[in-house]
């Protein structure tokens, strides 16, 4: 049976929270976000599924040091990075994950093993007995800006709830909270969607704390929408933000609709997130209630970024 090819769609996130401090660090950021762009879009375009294009989208944003997940993860409040991350795939609904594991390059390949596993959800130990069968070589995702971020706060005795959504050179308001994430969400030319999402958590944050983006409330899917969150991770599960803006696209809402809803709710209870969605039609969206998200996509047509998106609309919205 032949299926009806439709336009590949793409984004990408690096996380949301305040502004960033430079112009220098804004055109940092969108360079990286666009050569991933770059990078990713074409897989698509060469018939590759969504979820090869999320797992390979994923694996460069963990490997960019700028962002909070892989190497460039945040240190928690031991002074340990524990990482987290979770694919989904859309078309047959099957969600896979790790949590707070340690001392790998690329968690979201742990989430891509677990897609066919029977016990699709590891912790701590788990994780690392998954890493250890799996013969991953040990990797040390500690970067230096994030060590002497910790070194700073520990001098404050701790005074920050979390640690900065990028590394940047000038820690200028070490006090100010922002969030880091990455998460990619496709639709190939099959017209199947998948989403992964991976993080080094908020930072300086209790050990056993459990981050939003290895559960369904922060990265999930079905055949009619995806969505990949950001932000404070207590603030994403308390909206279970990612399936229930899933839930309303897959129960009818149009995905411009579904993320305008659920954001306006968000602000209302103040919530400090932001989310990036595509809809099987082909719609693109994305949603903030902080003050920046830092994504970039590929429509198909051309590529744009949100990386200066400040003002009060709370989406944006592509089709
Ligand atoms: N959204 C990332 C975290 O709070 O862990």
């Known amino acids: 049976m032949s299926v009806d090819l439709v336009q590949p769609k793409l984004i990408i996130h690096g996380g949301a929270g305040g502004h960033l401090q430079s112009k220098g660090g804004q055109e940092a950021v969108r360079q990286v976000l666009h050569s991933v762009i770059e990078e990713v879009y074409p897989l698509l375009l060469d ?13 460069l944003l963990e490997d960019e040091p700028l962002f909070n ?15 987290s991350a979770s694919l989904m795939d859309g078309i047959v609904q099957r969600f896979s994950g790790v949590i707070n594991v340690s001392r790998i390059k690329n968690p979201i390949q742990l989430a891509q093993f677990l897609q066919s596993q029977e016990d699709r959800v590891l912790s701590d130990y788990g994780a690392a007995e998954l890493v250890r069968e799996l ?5 040390d995702p500690l970067i230096e800006i994030r060590l002497q971020e910790w070194i700073q706060e520990r001098k404050g005795d701790f005074q920050s709830h979390m640690a900065g959504v990028v590394a940047e050179e000038e820690l200028v308001h070490p006090h100010e ?16 969607l998948a989403v992964g999402t991976s993080t080094g958590g908020k930072g300086l944050e209790r050990i056993g704390r459990v981050s939003d983006s290895a559960m369904p409330a ?3 899917a079905t055949k009619y929408a995806a ?11 308390d909206e279970c933000l990612a399936a229930r803006i899933v839930v309303r696209v897959t129960d009818g809402l149009a995905l411009k609709e579904a993320m305008l809803r659920s954001m306006k709710e968000c602000r209302e209870r103040k919530r400090d997130l932001g989310a990036i969605a595509i809809a099987a039609t082909g719609a693109i969206a994305w ?29 944006g919205y592509q089709f």
């Open 227 to 237: 969505v990949s969150c950001t932000g404070i991770g207590e603030h994403i599960m």
């Open 287 to 315: 949603g903030k209630t902080s003050e920046v998200i830092l994504a970039a996509y590929h429509n198909g047509e051309k590529i744009g970024d949100t990386v200066d998106w400040t003002d009060d609309d709370l989406i």
């Open 69 to 83: 997940a892989g190497t460039g993860s945040v240190l928690q409040s031991d002074g340990q990075i524990r990482m």
């Open 218 to 220: 922060g990265n999930y």
């Open 47 to 59: 018939g590759k599924s969504a979820t090869d294009a999320v797992i390979k989208g994923c694996q």
């Open 135 to 139: 013969n991953c070589p040990v990797y």
């Open 177 to 192: 909270a922002r969030r880091g994430t990455i998460g990619v969400v496709a639709l190939d030319s099959q017209g199947r």
